[in-house]
């Protein structure tokens, strides 16, 4: 498909710098495809009521690590300084990552890491990698000179928070975003970045979905910094995914199949908890464990296995997951849905308001 069918000018304002407080006092367009009034505005709080009992939310438990660094590579007398996003761990000592600048960076050379890049850190405070590797856009392989625990705690000491480059780009990372840019359930480091969708939720939310019958369960995608990649193909074709790493577990796979034996419906809480639900399931529409790389990508006419519901915040112009949400509630429709939110004065991406999508396939 044509990329630019995905296209939409978003005015600067309408971008969130900052989250609302409490977390669920965010708003929330809730979009049903076909229904007589296919836009609603309402509320986060408000899902206790447009969910049902027996409804199964499902939610990305990835916690997000401080994955920016800053380090100087050194030939000969020559320095430069250099950043790094690291974005998909492949081994205990080996993680994938975007360099930049890249063009001058060689297969071989070592990255001295600090915690400003400026290279005057004590031997002890410093953490080396080898470029073992060169992909496109920057991509690089990366061999590090820890390895497990040790390198986890060399990066949580000398790694930056990786906020957005919409947010990053309009103001500096500092304290608050330590939390405001995590998921009050996240738990299993690795992302690189947020499942932005569960930053609306708090335990007294929680507590009212469970009493209102609705359960909740849990997977974990590792995002990585693919996520804000923009797709520079012009054709959706041409475009190449990013592998994630992701996870469901046996239990969880038989309490959502379960679920839906039971008439109940699958709501996915952002688009990392759809796409590996996607990946977990079968033709046949049963959700299988699934432990894994995956790089799927979803567009208009790809047919939905599991998810019946979906929660998300509101993506970017050309972006696979404006893509995704078309796939999921049609592309005319996601169009007037945006063009409303952003004339009603909705707060977009990361920090921004929630959808409630229905599926365009689906009795609501």
Not at 7 to 25: C, G, Q, S, Y
Not at 33 to 45: K, Q
Not at 68 to 86: C, H, N, Q, V, Y
Not at 181 to 207: K, M, N, S
Request: glycine share 10%.
């Amino acid at each position: 498909m044509d990329v630019g069918l995905f296209d939409f000018d978003l005015p600067e304002e309408r971008i969130a710098l900052r989250p609302v407080t409490p977390r669920d006092a965010a708003r929330l367009l809730v979009v049903r495809p076909g229904s007589p009034e296919p836009l609603a505005d309402r509320g986060v709080r408000d899902l206790v009521e447009l969910l049902q009992p027996g409804d199964a939310l499902v939610l990305n438990d990835t916690r997000v690590i401080p994955s920016r660094l800053w380090g100087r590579r050194t030939r000969g007398e020559a320095s430069a300084r250099i950043e790094i996003m690291l974005h998909k761990r492949e081994a205990d000592n080996r993680w994938r990552a975007f360099a930049r600048p890249a063009k001058k960076l060689n297969v071989g050379e070592t990255i001295v890491f600090d915690s400003d890049g400026a290279g005057n850190a004590c031997e002890l405070a410093r953490l080396q990698a080898e470029v073992e590797d060169k992909g496109e856009g920057g991509d690089i392989g990366l061999r590090f000179s820890l390895t497990g625990p040790y390198l986890d705690e060399a990066i949580a000491r000398l790694g930056e928070l990786p906020l957005p480059p919409y947010i990053a780009g309009k103001r500096a990372t500092d304290q608050a975003d330590a939390q405001d840019y995590q998921t009050t359930y996240a738990r299993e480091e690795g992302a690189v970045a947020a499942p932005t969708a569960g930053l609306h939720f708090t335990p007294e939310l929680f507590d009212a979905l469970r009493t209102r019958g609705v359960s909740s369960h849990f997977v974990t995608l590792h995002v990585g910094a693919g996520t804000f990649l923009p797709v520079k193909a012009e054709d959706t074709d041409e475009h190449r995914m990013h592998a994630e790493w992701g996870t469901v577990g046996a239990a969880t796979a038989d309490a959502l199949n379960a679920v839906h034996a039971a008439g109940g419906r699958i709501v996915a809480v952002g688009t990392t908890s759809l796409r590996l639900l996607e990946s977990a399931t079968g033709e046949d529409g049963v959700v299988k464990p699934f432990s894994g790389d995956t790089a799927i990508f979803i567009t208009p006419g790809y047919r939905f296995r599991a998810v019946d519901l979906l929660m998300t915040n509101f993506h970017l112009p050309r972006s696979t997951l404006f893509m995704l949400v078309s796939a999921f509630s049609g592309l005319d429709v996601m169009k007037r849905a945006y063009a409303h939110a952003i004339a009603e004065g909705y707060r977009f991406y990361s920090y921004g308001d929630g959808s409630l999508l229905f599926r365009a396939d689906a009795s609501a």
